[in-house]
Each structure stands twice: as C-alpha cells, then as structure tokens.
C-alpha cells in the first residue's frame, strides 16, 4: 500500500510539472527554465526509482529528463548510477564523464565517478576525482568523500594516505561509520589492539552491529587475550547472523 500511495505522489508531482505553461497578459509563465525545471522533476523520480532498485522505469525517467534538457548533468550523473547497478560499465563511464563536462566542479558528480572508479579496478585513479570534490568549499559531505577516498587507497595498497583520509573523515564527522570500521581494520591488521577496540567499539555503538563488525571485534579481543568479550561477540554472531560468511569462519576456526 505504501508504495501505491507513493508512486501516486510520484505521477502528480510529474504531472504538475510537465503541464502546459499558462498565459497572464501576453506573457507565458514558465516558458524560462520550464526544460530544465521538467529535467529536475524526472531526475528526481528517476531518483526515487533507483532507491526502489526499479532500473527500467529509472532509465525511462531520465530519458525524458535528457529530452527535455539535454545540459542537465544530474541526469547523466544519475545514469550513471544506474548503468553501473546494472554493471554496465561502458555507459556508466560514458554518462559519468558526460555529466562532468557540464559540470566539472560538481562535488556529488566527482565523488560517484570516483567511487565508479574504485569499484572497477582503478583505484588508483579514483584519488584525483574525490580530491576534486573535496575542493569544492560549498560540499557538504566531505565525511563521505573522504572515507570512501580512505577505502579506495587500502584497495590500492596504499595504507598510509588510507590513514590520512580516514582521520581526515573523523576531523569533518567523529561519528563517521565507513571511517571508524575502516580504522578498526587498519589498526588491527597493525597489531595496534587498544586503538582497533576503541574504533570498533564507537562504530557499534553508533550503529547496528553488523557481521563484518562483530567478526572485527571478536578477532581484536581475541588478539588482546580478553576471553570473556571474545565469546561475548561469538554469540552476538551466532544469535544475530547464523548463515553470515563471518560465523561460517568462526565455525571453522579461521580467524585471519
């Protein structure tokens, strides 16, 4: 029922925006900005849509977007967004790319092209684009930005700029969830137990523990001798995530 009454608020809001521009004296209102205006309305159902995981009605939002105002570069940032959930990545680039000609300094469209990046083998290259959206002085997830920046750099091997990045998400947001996992990660893999603890235990305190956190803790408690807290996040595991790859592990004993 919910989502019936929300796609009938989706059709109006499209159908008021794509009305017929009405006459007062002589003069058409709407007629300025009306193209780019209807391109905003369809990205933004399109949007909505791609929340839903409904990829076919996404694209056929953002066709009519890309119709109606082919300058619109939300359109083909959300485009790529879309093509790169259906894993093509050939239009995926090609839409990311077109949306960062008409808008290069755009901190959101860098940082997903980036994240693009990562995700298909180029970590390398990704740094440059979330450093670009890192520029821009009006962005307002530079937490976002620069955690993901952090996990693009440890994919790349590259522990040292991940450190930096992550204390860098934690300077713009302490209770950044990507950044505090991520240094648990790092901390451990380290040896460092009391700081891989103290990241852990602020990022499952701030959100639901999940496998791979609980996984986490259990190993760092394990590391640090502390028996009762170790078997205290086993069961959490077992209870909470019985078919979890995670618990499959511990099952079999193999803890790294």
Same mark, same amino acid.
């Given at each position: 029922?919910?989502?019936?009454?929300?796609?009938?608020?989706l059709?109006?809001?499209?159908?008021?925006? $794509?009305k017929?521009p *009405?006459?007062?004296?002589g $003069?058409?209102?709407?007629?300025?900005g009306?193209?780019?205006n209807?391109a905003r %309305?369809?990205?933004?159902?399109?949007?909505? @849509?791609? *929340?839903?995981?409904?990829?076919? %009605?996404?694209?056929?939002?953002?066709?009519?977007? $890309?119709t109606?105002?082919?300058? @619109?570069?939300?359109a083909?940032?959300?485009?790529?967004?879309? @093509?790169?959930?259906?894993k093509?990545?050939?239009?995926?680039?090609s839409n990311f790319?077109?949306?960062l000609?008409?808008?290069?300094?755009?901190?959101n469209?860098?940082?997903? /092209?980036? +994240? &693009?990046l990562?995700?298909n083998?180029?970590?390398?290259?990704s740094i440059? /684009? &979330?450093?670009?959206?890192?520029r821009?002085?009006?962005y307002?997830?530079p937490?976002?930005?620069y955690? $993901?920046a952090?996990?693009c750099?440890v994919?790349?091997?590259n522990?040292?700029d991940?450190?930096?990045?992550?204390?860098?998400?934690?300077?713009?947001?302490?209770?950044?969830?990507s #950044?505090?996992?991520?240094?648990?990660?790092?901390?451990?893999?380290?040896?460092?137990?009391?700081?891989?603890?103290?990241?852990?235990?602020?990022?499952?305190?701030?959100?639901?523990?999940?496998?791979?956190?609980? +996984?986490l #803790?259990?190993?760092i408690?394990?590391?640090?001798?502390?028996r009762?807290?170790?078997?205290?996040?086993?069961?959490?595991?077992?209870?909470?995530?019985p078919?979890?790859?995670?618990?499959?592990?511990?099952?079999?004993?193999?803890?790294?």
């Amino acid at each position: 029922m919910k989502r019936i009454a929300a796609l009938a608020i989706l059709v109006l809001a499209a159908a008021c925006a $794509t009305k017929e521009p *009405e006459s007062q004296g002589g $003069t058409i209102v709407g007629e300025v900005g009306d193209a780019r205006n209807r391109a905003r %309305v369809h990205t933004d159902l399109a949007g909505a @849509y791609y *929340e839903r995981g409904n990829m076919g %009605v996404a694209l056929d939002e953002l066709r009519h977007a $890309t119709t109606a105002d082919p300058s @619109y570069p939300q359109a083909y940032e959300l485009l790529g967004l879309v @093509y790169m959930e259906l894993k093509d990545t050939r239009q995926a680039e090609s839409n990311f790319e077109r949306a960062l000609r008409l808008s290069p300094n755009d901190a959101n469209i860098n940082h997903n /092209y980036g +994240w &693009f990046l990562c995700q298909n083998g180029r970590e390398k290259d990704s740094i440059r /684009y &979330f450093l670009q959206a890192l520029r821009n002085p009006l962005y307002a997830s530079p937490a976002r930005t620069y955690s $993901t920046a952090g996990l693009c750099s440890v994919r790349a091997g590259n522990t040292k700029d991940a450190e930096e990045f992550l204390q860098r998400a934690l300077k713009a947001d302490p209770e950044d969830p990507s #950044a505090l996992i991520q240094l648990a990660q790092i901390r451990y893999r380290q040896g460092n137990v009391d700081e891989a603890r103290r990241f852990i235990s602020r990022y499952n305190k701030l959100v639901s523990p999940s496998p791979e956190s609980l +996984w986490l #803790a259990l190993r760092i408690e394990r590391k640090g001798g502390e028996r009762a807290a170790e078997q205290s996040y086993a069961s959490q595991l077992r209870r909470r995530f019985p078919n979890s790859a995670e618990y499959q592990s511990l099952q079999r004993g193999q803890y790294d």
